[in-house]
T-cell receptor, first 112, second 116 residues
Framework: GQQLNQSPQSMFIQEGEDVSMNCTSS?????WLWYKQDPGEGPVLLIA?????ELTSNGRLTAQFGITRKDSFLNISASIPSDVGIYFC????????????FGQGTRLTINP | NAGVMQNPRHLVRRRGQEARLRCSPM?????VYWYRQLPEEGLKFMVY????????ESGMPKERFSAEFPKEGPSILRIQQVVRGDSAAYFC??????????????FGSGTQLSVL
């Protein structure tokens, strides 16, 4: 089946630093999504990407849909304590759009 | 997360018991999706339902698991004769219409199932 490889698995940074994480896939997706999950909660959508090559920002977050449709990255600039959590990428294909394929997650820890 | 209600938030069962997880979609949404998350992993698709119909159950284990979304009331994910490996967080999501790659899913806060 389809698999997403997300890296890094965890990050320990200082407040104010920039963060970068990425996902790669063995197959093509039509949409890439980035979610954040806080402990004991469900994932919350941060950014959705719909076109290959698309670069989208949401405040301090920037994400790009890779030109090959097999990868995506998420950058967080000037991190703040509330950025702590687990970030997931997810791919979505037209033929089975209900079946999001999630990466394993990147756990972000911030030292104040 | 606002709007998709799941209960209970935490459910403890002994091996062999039944677990029933409930999901009320956002108001006006008639499409429901169930996902499972094991510790330290991403979410994995289980089943997609529309009112009274199962559309895609390709992610459901063949035995002991069933899901329904009746005309009235919440969607129910039922796990019979639970085993320790069923311990996980179960998330429900809903959408206004049939999901496409432009239709966003809104997830609930999940039910954490612990099997003793």
């Amino acid at each position: 089946g389809q698999q997403l490889n997300q890296s890094p698995q965890s990050m320990f940074i200082q407040e104010g630093e920039d963060v970068s994480m990425n996902c790669t896939s063995s197959s093509i997706f039509n949409t890439w999504l980035w979610y954040k999950q806080d402990p004991g909660e469900g994932p919350v959508l941060l950014i959705a990407l719909y076109k290959a090559g698309e670069l989208t920002s949401n405040g301090r977050l920037t994400a790009q849909f890779g030109i090959t449709r097999k990868d995506s990255f998420l950058n967080i600039s000037a991190s703040i304590p509330s950025d702590v959590g687990i970030y997931f990428c997810a791919g979505q294909a037209w033929e089975r759009a209900q079946k999001l394929v999630f990466g394993q997650g990147t756990r972000l820890t911030i030292n104040p | 997360n606002a709007g998709v209600m799941q209960n209970p938030r935490h459910l403890v069962r002994r091996r062999g018991q039944e677990a029933r997880l409930r999901c009320s979609p956002m108001k006006g949404h008639s499409h429901v999706y169930w996902y499972r998350q094991l510790p330290e992993e991403g979410l994995k698709f289980m089943v997609y339902l529309q009112k009274e119909n199962i559309i895609d159950e390709s992610g459901m284990p063949k035995e002991r698991f069933s899901a329904e979304f009746p005309k009235e009331g919440p969607s129910i994910l039922r796990i019979q004769q639970v085993v320790r490996g069923d311990s996980a967080a179960y998330f429900c999501a809903s959408s206004l219409s049939q999901v496409t790659t432009n239709e966003k899913l809104f997830f609930g806060s999940g039910t954490q199932l612990s099997v003793l």
